[in-house]
């Protein structure tokens, strides 16, 4: 799927096969309400969660899926952000 090495217990994982909480399914649905949205529309989904809990591998999942369906998806790390210009 992804180039990006994980380790450690917690680490988000990258492959489906990897999945042993059902995460790909809750991101196969995500995928859906986006697919299913229309153009006109501004939808806006989070995925909200603990440390640990598995947002970053649902957010990996759903942009694999994405891809597989030809639609964009843009990976975007908001820690990175300091201030407006960096934004920019």
């Given at each position: 799927m992804g180039t990006q090495k994980t380790t450690g217990y917690d680490a988000a994982q990258n492959e489906r096969d990897h999945d042993d909480l059902?995460?790909?399914r809750f991101a196969g649905d995500i995928v859906e309400v986006i697919i299913g949205t229309p153009p006109d529309w501004s939808a806006r989904i989070g995925v909200f969660g603990k440390w640990g809990e598995?947002?970053?591998t649902v957010l990996r999942?759903?942009?694999y899926l994405l891809k597989e369906k030809q639609c964009l998806a843009i990976r975007f790390n908001?820690?990175?952000i300091?201030?407006?210009n960096d934004l920019w």
């Open positions: 059902d995460r790909w598995g947002k970053s999942f759903a942009e908001p820690w990175a300091r201030d407006w």
